[in-house]
């Protein structure tokens, strides 16, 4: 387990992080190149989820908390201790996502000014195959986590809005609305995108919100929460 301490906040990286990491980025790791791109999608895994947690965490403290951070296999959580109001508990929702699209933002504009299309298979001549993954990696991670991360199923970022949103209603409503877009985005994940991971992935969220909405707790083995 790796801990160590950034802009003062506590981070700790469990050991299943970088097994799902290496997971997710081994698509082709079987060539050479395959394998660097299986190590550039690891180090860009990590730096995009750490600074996604540390627009949560900054936000929380700004706001009078106290944040530590923990990585996880597939995502993290910044965990607060303090008391936030409504629109504050949506800042602070929101900066996680929001670290990921300026992420993107960066890359695509590092790519434009070296002429470097990240929408084409191919880099420019001469361009090291490194700098190219790396920059083509952090651009499209973030770009699709962040828009992920804003689906309304928890315990994603975009159920967290729903239910600052929702506070107060009927608890079971933010349930059934998670799993009924967990069932649809796994639906739209097999049919157009043949991701069969991502599919997996929201059939599971599905399961553990219909669960909860039932009043049944079933412990996310993602978050361990
Ligand atoms: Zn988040």
Redesign the pocket.
Known sequence: MLRFTILGFPVTVIWTFWLGAALLGSGSADTREGFQQMLVFVAAAFLSILL??L??AWFQRKYGGRSQIVMHAF????QGIGRYTRNQSLVI?FA??AMNFVLAALAYLIARSIHFDLFSIYRPYGMPFLTASLISTLFWINLSWGIL?LVPVLP??GG?VLEHLMYGRNPALRFQISAVAAVLVAVAGFVWLKAIFLSLMFCYLAFVNWEASHGRRIRNVFTGQ
């Open positions: 996604h947690e627009g949560h995502g993290g959580y910044a929702t996680g996502p991360n994603l970022d967290r």
